[in-house]
Nanobody, 117 residues
Framework: QVQLVESGGGLVQAGGSLRLSCAASGSIFSIVAMGWYRQAPGKQRELVAAITTAGNTAYADSVKGRFTISRDNAKNTVYLQMNSLKPEDTGVYYC???????????WGQGTQVTVSS
């Protein structure tokens, strides 16, 4: 079992910044990647950014240059620094971990990010 605790969501004006955190605990030895996804109302959940244990990163085109994902392996925590936020960044942000053992994927409960224009 893996437990994920997310924090850092909230309401911010366009152009502002937020930092999301996701701390993993439990059977974390087989985690190979951590990431953030978001889901806007009426839309599918989509990848925002991900980072592997080796430090390789991936970003959605829409957030490149504005968001930065980082990871503290000692704390088993992944961060998402979001700058220059836009109203279209609004949604529920979910932390996800990928593992080498079943059930292979865990999702956090989500944290709301609202960007006002």
């Amino acid at each position: 079992q893996v437990q994920l605790v997310e924090s850092g969501g909230g309401l911010v004006q366009a152009g502002g910044s937020l930092r999301l955190s996701c701390a993993a605990s439990g059977s974390i030895f087989s985690i190979v990647a951590m990431g953030w996804y978001r889901q806007a109302p009426g839309k599918q959940r989509e990848l925002v950014a991900a980072i592997t244990t080796a430090g390789n990163t991936a970003y959605a085109d829409s957030v490149k240059g504005r968001f930065t994902i980082s990871r503290d392996n000692a704390k088993n925590t992944v961060y998402l620094q979001m700058n220059s936020l836009k109203p279209e960044d609004t949604g529920v942000y979910y932390c996800k971990v990928d593992m080498t053992t079943a059930p292979y994927v865990y999702w956090g409960q989500g944290t709301q990010v609202t960007v006002s224009s």
